[in-house]
């Protein structure tokens, strides 16, 4: 007994977001959703109206031939009724399809931007764990159909109940017996449906990841920047081979299910086709024994057959919203993730001329048990220069992200201005630092939007696109483009012009100089897909641009790392050198050797 009361509980409590998803309807549209509701309450009334319209007319032909008085207005006015209770059935039913339709784009639109929305709160460490995505993708699939099915079911049961209801009462005049056989006819059908519909949702949440990576070689195989390594390194057939591997194993695992499903459904549905004709039998020898009348006989074969069938999807919208409710959790399960709370509302610091202070600050990738960064401690003052050195993966980026709130040490603390950085509104945090990352994103937006990205507020300055494309030196190849900032840029929309490697980054080097009121400028890599002469020229440029800027420099370059004020060695996230260049060759350690070691290959 306890079993089976948590096995109802679980059940109903599955039935959770149904609330949530008429309200999400609701708020979508107040007058669709009124129309929709209102519709439903004509369409549920209309069937049994007009079923008993349909037994007036026939007893009303009875009588007037049994009378042979010739008189048909009687039959005539029934049946001009039934007309018009018909054609009030069929608007209704049009009006309930138009909208649904119309809720469906709405509803779509709405949920996709919740869905854009979170993710706009969460923290950098979410969109860099799978399972994340996994939940991400199975909240994006079907979750903007989902509402909108969970409440036309939803009217759709309250239409069938209403339905039953006068049913009911015109068929309890027959027997009570045909009411129990109406009901328990359609419940094998209702309980193998709702089996199956968990069967499938399970199957869709486990292999969210499946999915995901078959979009991902979908993307590798049509997408343009993908392109030209994808026929070098002639990977077409292999990645193409992978997909249809994973498109079988996944259609095994649908046409499995969906056979069976199939299969129980035909079966469990004689049941009911059994059910009726046995009614059918009763019907008509009631009739043949003249205990009712041919008119209550063709009301109750109308009745029974289409309560049988309103019954049962009754029972198919409940197993319907069962499943919704299923694909909604995923959704709600996404919209409710926890959001890193940024308690932080500072505005400035209490020792302006302190500038940063790294002071034993340690941080480890969640999921990884090596520490990305141990112990670090620095300090740039206000207009300082700091080049950060060191191999691929020891911890130099990992340091700017830090830096920049995208994530929050583990232990130790980093100082703005003498106050902590998580004691920062981190809005005004970020609009105090210019950015340029190693894979900085390259827009499908124009030359002017690709630079004015580097500060929101200001997207649309095109003055401030002029200045800021002269101190990223990216004027002189602008003006010579088709329509010059206005120039479409990347191959996804029309007339869009590509560019050199070297000339995106002058583009992202112009967008980090947009923040204007920015005294820190991060300089991840920014220069190595120039050559040697340009990137010279890049940071003599600079040495002027950003005299009063704090500047931190990642490069393996030494040519430009020689320019900063101090030089930092990083190796297995640690600092193991500190100091000027010079200070630096003298002590012969790590810096030295690779400074010589690349000297020597200009040599």
């Not at 194993?249 to 079966?267: I, K, M, P």
């Not at 980026?397 to 100082?415: A, F, H, N």
């Not at 649309?460 to 004027?475: F, L, S, V, Y």
Request: net charge neutral; proline share 2%.
């Amino acid at each position: 007994m306890k079993k089976i009361r948590n096995t109802l509980r679980q059940s109903l409590a599955v039935f959770r977001y149904s609330g949530r998803a008429i309200n999400l309807v609701w708020n979508t549209s107040h007058i669709l959703t009124l129309i929709l509701a209102t519709l439903t309450l004509i369409a549920g009334l209309l069937p049994a109206a007009i079923a008993y319209l349909g037994k007036l007319i026939v007893d009303a032909v009875v009588l007037a031939a049994q009378a042979g008085d010739g008189d048909i207005s009687r039959p005539l006015l029934y049946v001009g009724l039934e007309a018009i209770a018909i054609a009030l059935l069929a608007a209704s039913q049009r009006g309930i399809s138009i909208c649904q339709s119309l809720l469906r784009v709405l509803l779509g639109q709405k949920v996709n931007v919740l869905i854009l929305e979170k993710a706009l709160t969460l923290d950098l460490r979410h969109f860099e764990d799978s399972e994340f995505y996994d939940k991400l993708t199975n909240a994006r699939r079907e979750a903007s159909v989902r509402p909108l099915s969970l409440v036309n079911r939803t009217f759709g049961l309250a239409q069938n109940a209403l339905s039953l209801i006068t049913y009911g009462v015109l068929l309890v005049n027959f027997s009570t017996w045909a009411v129990l056989v109406l009901i328990l006819a359609a419940m094998p059908a209702f309980i193998a449906e709702t089996k199956f519909a968990g069967q499938a949702f399970r199957l869709f949440s486990w292999r969210a990841a499946e999915t995901r990576q078959q979009h991902y070689i979908e993307n590798l195989l049509a997408r343009e920047d993908f392109a030209t390594e994808i026929k070098l390194y002639q990977l077409g057939d292999t990645l193409l081979g992978r997909y249809r591997n994973l498109f079988h194993q996944l259609y095994g695992e649908d046409r499995d299910l969906t056979l069976r499903r199939g299969l129980w459904g035909y079966l469990l549905s004689l049941v009911s086709t059994v059910a009726f004709y046995l009614a059918y039998a009763w019907i008509v020898v009631e009739t043949v024994m003249a205990r009712i009348s041919l008119g209550d006989m063709t009301m109750y074969l109308t009745v029974f057959r289409q309560g049988q069938s309103t019954f049962s999807n009754a029972l198919t919208s409940i197993g319907g919203m069962y499943e919704d409710n299923l694909y909604l959790s995923n959704l709600y399960d996404f919209l409710e993730e926890e959001v890193p709370q940024t308690w932080g509302d500072a505005t400035t610091g209490i020792k302006p001329q302190d500038g940063i202070r790294f002071e034993n600050v340690s941080f480890t990738y969640p999921g990884s048990s090596q520490p990305a960064l141990t112990d670090i401690s620095l300090h740039l003052k206000p207009g300082e220069k700091l080049a950060i050195v060191g191999e691929n993966g020891s911890g130099k980026t990992t340091l700017i992200k830090l830096l920049t709130r995208l994530y929050t040490p583990d232990s130790g603390r980093i100082y703005l201005d003498g106050l902590d950085l998580q004691e920062w509104d981190v809005n005004v945090l970020r609009q105090r630092i210019g950015v340029i990352f190693q894979n900085f994103v390259r827009y499908q937006f124009t030359v002017g939007e690709n630079i004015g990205v580097g500060d929101v507020e200001h997207l649309e300055d095109k003055n401030r696109w002029q200045i800021a494309a002269e101190k990223g030196m990216a004027q002189p190849f602008i003006e010579k483009l088709p329509q010059n900032f206005q120039t479409q840029l990347g191959r996804w929309f029309n007339r869009g012009q590509e560019l050199s490697g070297g000339q995106w980054q002058k583009i992202a080097l112009a967008r980090a100089f947009m923040r204007t009121q920015a005294d820190i400028l991060v300089l991840d890599e920014p220069t190595s897909a120039m050559d040697a002469q340009a990137e010279f020229d890049i940071f003599n440029h600079f040495r002027t641009l950003t005299k009063n800027q704090m500047v931190f420099l990642i490069s393996h370059r030494f040519s430009t790392v020689r320019m900063a004020d101090k030089i930092v060695v990083i190796e297995n996230g640690q600092v193991t050198e500190q100091g000027t260049h010079e200070e630096l060759l003298q002590t012969e350690g790590r810096y030295a050797k690779l400074f010589y070691l690349q000297a020597a290959g200009y040599q």
